[in-house]
Nanobody, 126 residues
Framework: VHLAESGGGWVQSGGSLRLSCASS????????IGWFRRAPGKEREAVTC????????FYADFAKGRFTVSRDRAKNMVSLQMDSLKPEDTGTYYC????????????????????WGDGIPVTVSS
């Protein structure tokens, strides 16, 4: 499974970015996609998740109300719309693929992610 991330970049505080994670393996069901981020000098943290099988989603507290995860089945893609961005959202964002008919509770598992993208940088300036 190869995951290709795109859409990162630089934006001013309050702005928006849309990240995408594309793969031919993002079929109708049988997997969950998680988005994670790692800020400079900090541990990796889960941002959001979407379950392809159940349609369930998960958002970290800091993402609720600002970030939206969605699927585009026609494009085999999962996107992360990030609005009202803050400087503390700066970091490298990764999408991860976990195979199986899963809900998003599994994103909290340390071993989540059979496959990972290379990461894409997001910089939010104040």
């Amino acid at each position: 499974v190869h995951l290709a991330e795109s859409g990162g970049g630089w934006v001013q505080s309050g702005g928006s970015l849309r990240l995408s994670c594309a793969s031919s393996s993002l079929t109708d069901s049988g997997y969950a996609i998680g988005w994670f981020r790692r800020a400079p000098g900090k541990e990796r943290e889960a941002v959001t998740c979407i379950s392809a099988t159940y349609g369930a989603t998960f958002y970290a507290d800091f993402a609720k109300g600002r970030f939206t995860v969605s699927r585009d089945r026609a494009k085999n893609m999962v996107s992360l719309q990030m609005d009202s961005l803050k400087p503390e959202d700066t970091g490298t964002y990764y999408c991860a693929y976990e195979s199986g008919n899963l809900g998003c509770e599994v994103i909290t598992h340390e071993d989540f992610g059979d496959y990972w993208g290379d990461g894409i940088p997001v910089t939010v300036s104040s």
